[in-house]
């Protein structure tokens, strides 16, 4: 299964990001072997939409999987309409989050928020 996680570095002992559309990093991770790939976060500086865009990205690395510790609406249909899974994550490394996926110790992602539909730095 491949699998992405948004992480705050670009290592399976970097932690999983708080944020899915600005995280640092995606770790495309195939959970067979725990090969790990870089996927290139575009949405990480943009104005807005950044949830939209970083889950096009998801689509786009091939990923089966999403863990992530939190995820707006938009993002979710995104990722939803591509038949990509997605899974509570929780705090610790992205290795760690993986491991637990692989003994079905995660959740699937059950609280979409409605995400911000404001630009970046404005009014939070």
Do not use: W
Not at 2 to 22: C, H, N, W, Y
Not at 49 to 62: C, K, L, R, T
Not at 83 to 111: D, F, H, M, S, W
Request: hydrophobic share 40%; proline share 2%.
């Amino acid at each position: 299964m491949k699998i992405v996680i948004p992480a705050t570095q670009d290592s399976l002992t970097a932690e999983i990001s708080p944020s899915f559309g600005r995280a640092a990093y995606f770790l495309l991770i195939d959970s067979r072997d725990f090969s790990c790939t870089v996927v290139d976060n575009k949405a990480a500086g943009a104005e807005g939409g950044a949830g939209v865009v970083a889950a096009q990205a998801v689509v786009d690395s091939g990923a089966e999987a999403l863990i992530t510790r939190q995820l707006g609406q938009n993002a979710a249909d995104v990722l939803q309409s591509a038949g990509i899974r997605l899974y509570q994550g929780e705090a610790g490394t992205v290795k760690e989050n993986v491991k637990k996926y692989c003994q079905g110790a995660l959740q699937e992602l059950q609280e979409i928020h409605a995400g911000h539909h404001h630009r970046h730095g404005g009014g939070r």
